[in-house]
T-cell receptor, first 114, second 108 residues
């Protein structure tokens, strides 16, 4: 099993460009989420999904869009990149349960906006 | 909104010393999870606490969940260089909110 796969691993964009960060999992997990990690800020939740066709906002959703057309994929879109979106982005997935389940993280995408 | 606060932000210890990081929530948590992130890596799940007052141990690591389910702690006894990394707590149902993390460095 590959687990959670994120692509690309590194990306440099210019301000105003658009981009989609890909996330795929092969564990049949219902729950998927995107976090950004910045120094001193920990992991901040951007968007999450509890199943195909269902998405919701996290702590810092502005500037990002998501969709969940299949159980396996949860892409994150930056419509018009800004320098403030320079960060490391992690995708995570888990089963749904009565309590939060252990999250499986991808290796991250390191994104720089010039 | 809900916040999960974690202190300290950094901790430098000599190998063999103990280490503790604390996690506090502004709201009652249904459960709390702890993760470890090695430098350059991704967070890896360590443990989950569900019950009020729960204590769990993993070798030199001891995890506690407060009686009011609003705080938690991770204690490492006799740190080793392999303990280096950032430790995160995360809590709340529905969506998982992380604390800011405690970065642990261990001097040999």
């Amino acid at each position: 099993n590959a687990g959670v796969t994120q692509t690309p691993k590194f990306q440099v964009l210019k301000t105003g460009q658009s981009m989609t960060l890909q996330c795929a999992q092969d564990m049949n997990h219902e729950y998927m989420s995107w976090y950004r990690q910045d120094p001193g800020m920990g992991l901040r939740l951007i968007h999450y999904s509890v199943g195909a066709g269902i998405t919701d906002q996290g702590e810092v959703p502005n500037g990002y869009n998501v969709s969940r057309s299949t159980t396996e994929d949860f892409p994150l879109r930056l419509l018009s990149a800004a320098p403030s979106q320079t960060s490391v982005y992690f995708c995570a997935s888990s089963y749904l349960g009565g309590h939060n389940q252990p999250q499986h993280f991808g290796d991250g995408t390191r994104l720089s906006i010039l | 909104g809900q916040q999960v606060m974690q202190i300290p932000q950094y901790q430098h210890v000599q190998e063999g010393e103990d280490f503790t990081t604390y996690c506090n929530s502004s709201t009652t948590l249904s459960n709390i999870q702890w993760y470890k992130q090695r430098p350059g890596g991704h967070p890896v799940f360590l443990i989950q606490l569900v019950k009020s007052g729960e204590v769990k141990k993993q070798k030199r690591l001891t995890f506690q969940f407060g009686e009011a389910k609003k705080n938690s702690s991770l204690h490492i006894t006799a740190t080793q260089t392999t303990d280096v990394g950032t430790y995160f707590c995360a809590g709340q149902g529905g969506k998982l909110i992380f604390g800011q993390g405690t970065e642990l460095s261990v001097k040999p």
